[in-house]
């Protein structure tokens, strides 16, 4: 099995990455869709994070509420390292669960948070996506106060370039229009994924 994971800071660009390796042949598999899952699906995570943090992250139908839960993490790193502690846990049990039973050969996952993939129990490479503050910035929000108050305490909370840099096997820059992503991805693709 080839299995990749596809890393990098908010807005970087991991998602369009990830599109262009599915059109290669990956299985894809997104970390966001699949936390968003498990806290629509799975009780005991339901029961932990509201333990943590009363019925409040609840919406009217007495589910999680995903922006309630988001405004949680927002707060503290103490509350994001919590909120990741309950859903991380589920999260990679059930990746690793699935890595065992497939069939597919060739596998990415898109995780945001990089520091976590070791609890992922198969081999595998990191590519991060990488691209310039400034950059990131425009792709993310929609130049409202709220939506880059938002970016910048998401970027926060994240680990920093270097440390995702540090971190991964393999670097994709995307700092120029999709064009130039294309052909930066189509570059590294033959050299690094084509030839193996």
């Keep these: 099995m080839r299995l990749y994971v596809i890393s990098g800071l908010i807005g970087s660009g991991k998602t369009t990455v990830s599109k262009l390796l599915q059109k290669k042949g990956f299985k894809y598999i997104s970390a966001d869709f699949e936390v968003k ?65 497939t069939k597919y050969k060739k596998i990415l996952i898109e995780i945001p948070l990089i520091e976590t993939c070791k609890a992922i129990n198969r081999n595998y490479e990191v590519i991060m996506v990488d691209s310039k503050l400034k950059h990131r910035l425009l792709r993310k929000t929609n130049k409202t106060n709220k939506s880059i108050t938002i970016f910048k305490k998401l970027n926060k909370l994240q680990k920093t370039r270097k440390f995702y840099k540090n971190n991964s096997n393999y670097i994709i820059t995307n700092n120029g229009n999709m064009k130039q992503l294309k052909k930066e991805f189509e570059e590294f693709y033959k050299s690094n994924i084509l030839e193996i």
């Design 37 to 101: 899952k498990i806290l629509r699906t799975d009780n005991l995570v339901k029961e932990k994070l509201i333990n943590k943090f009363n019925d409040i992250i609840l919406n009217n139908k007495k589910d999680i509420s995903f922006k309630k839960l988001k405004e949680k993490l927002l707060e503290s790193n103490k509350n994001k390292n919590n909120i990741e502690k309950i859903i991380h846990n589920q999260f990679y049990k059930k990746i690793n669960i699935y890595l065992k039973k």
